[in-house]
């Protein structure tokens, strides 16, 4: 009898861990699709981290991820706006996207060129300037469509880094700005392909 309670108890720690685990520490994700390329490419497996935004949230702040972050985001309601709280039924659907602008900021996106302005660069800056290590790694120098737009306060702009035609749905083409509360977290680390393994 010791050793079936004790099979029991281990078996109830194991599954308590990994939810607490997954819930306020780590979480993996595929990549599906090809908005994050050349960074990111379909069936890469990624850790993300969510002690950041566990500990926000434990002092009661929302979670501010740093532009140029890679970030994992829940879209609670396909069919419409990234808002908070109830999902009306509509199963979790998760999206990675870079960070670029932040409450109060204008973004432009004109002749394939994104840029942000804020009270720091009045005359706009290139938010990918830190971000591209280089022509295979990073966002991708041109970007599609016509934008201008002021971020709305506690959401941040997104965008993926493949950002030609219609490859990436992001803030610039439907997907809207994304509320704050809506972020599972950062990338960390890119763990498949083994031979492509990183840090982020």
């Known amino acids: 009898m010791k050793d079936v309670i004790s099979l029991v108890s281990f078996v109830a720690c194991v ?3 990994t939810l607490i685990l997954n819930a306020f520490i780590f979480r993996s994700y595929n990549v599906v699709g090809v908005s994050m390329e050349n960074t990111l490419h379909g069936d890469d497996r990624i850790i993300v981290n969510r002690l950041p935004v566990t500990a926000a949230h434990f002092l009661g702040q ?4 740093n532009r140029g972050d890679i970030i994992v985001f829940a879209n609670g309601d396909a ?3 990234l808002t908070c709280g109830v999902k009306n039924g509509v199963k979790d659907q998760y999206i990675i996207k870079r960070v670029i602008a932040f409450p109060g900021e ?4 004109k002749d394939g060129v994104l840029t942000v302005y804020n009270s720091e660069h009045p005359d706009g800056f290139s938010p990918d ?3 591209r290590k280089s022509d295979t790694d990073g966002p991708k120098k041109y970007t599609s469509g016509e934008v201008d737009i002021v971020v709305p306060e506690g959401e941040i702009f997104v965008s993926g880094d493949n950002r030609e035609g219609t490859h ?4 610039r083409n439907g997907l809207g700005t994304v509320p704050y509360c809506r972020i599972v977290g950062p990338a960390l680390i890119r763990i498949y392909p083994f031979d492509s393994i990183r840090v982020f």
Do not use: L
């Open 79 to 81: 069919d419409g706006p």
């Open 129 to 131: 300037e830190d971000t």
């Open 106 to 109: 204008r973004v432009t996106v």
């Open 62 to 65: 929302e979670y501010v991820p």
């Open 168 to 171: 990436s749905y992001d803030s």
């Open 15 to 17: 599954i308590a861990g």
